[in-house]
């Protein structure tokens, strides 16, 4: 069976047009920037409200300790109406996963924006007042420029966080290698 040399020239331009297409949504998915500090400060202005009324039904959940929107820590995937619940909340307030970090419920990260490469950013409301003066709690005016940003070099992460109001900040974590 021979294949016509236009056949074969079709096909070849065909594959190398969606191979360049996946690779575009690829970067794009990849390397997409984190919102900028003032566009999550006005998200957090307008929802204030919704953020509190999360924070404290999170908190007073002992159920869960992580909750994303496809999935939670503790309960089962769909199967559940306060997960669902949650997923709504989530969704309504544009947050990706909204977590805790040990010391009890009184850290609550509110992610916003997760890249693989670039890190994650969101909200954080941050009440204990040992976890402010850990030596790695980095407070700064702006995460929006990165290559700025203090770093150590000791961590396998650095999150930098720029206080907003009361014990709410934006933060930026920046995954090391």
């Not at 992580?66 to 307030?93: C, H, I, M, P, W």
Request: aromatic share 14%.
């Amino acid at each position: 069976m021979a294949i016509h040399k236009n056949a074969f020239s079709k096909y070849s331009l065909l594959a190398l047009a969606f191979f360049g297409l996946i690779c575009f949504i690829a970067a794009k998915t990849l390397l997409t920037a984190h919102p900028s500090d003032s566009n999550l400060l006005l998200t957090f202005q307008e929802k204030k409200s919704e953020y509190e009324q999360l924070l404290v039904q999170f908190q007073t959940d002992d159920l869960v300790d992580q909750v994303t929107l496809n999935s939670s820590r503790d309960y089962s995937l769909g199967e559940n109406e306060e997960f669902k619940k949650y997923q709504q909340a989530l969704k309504d307030l544009g947050v990706v996963e909204v977590f805790n970090s040990g010391n009890g419920k009184s850290n609550i990260w509110f992610v916003i924006s997760s890249t693989s490469l670039r890190g994650r950013k969101g909200l954080a409301y941050i009440n204990n007042p040992e976890y402010k003066t850990h030596i790695a709690f980095y407070t700064v005016n702006s995460t929006d420029d990165t290559k700025r940003l203090p770093r150590d070099g000791d961590q396998s992460s650095d999150t930098f966080y720029v206080p907003i109001e009361d014990n709410w900040y934006i933060f930026y974590e920046e995954f090391g290698d």
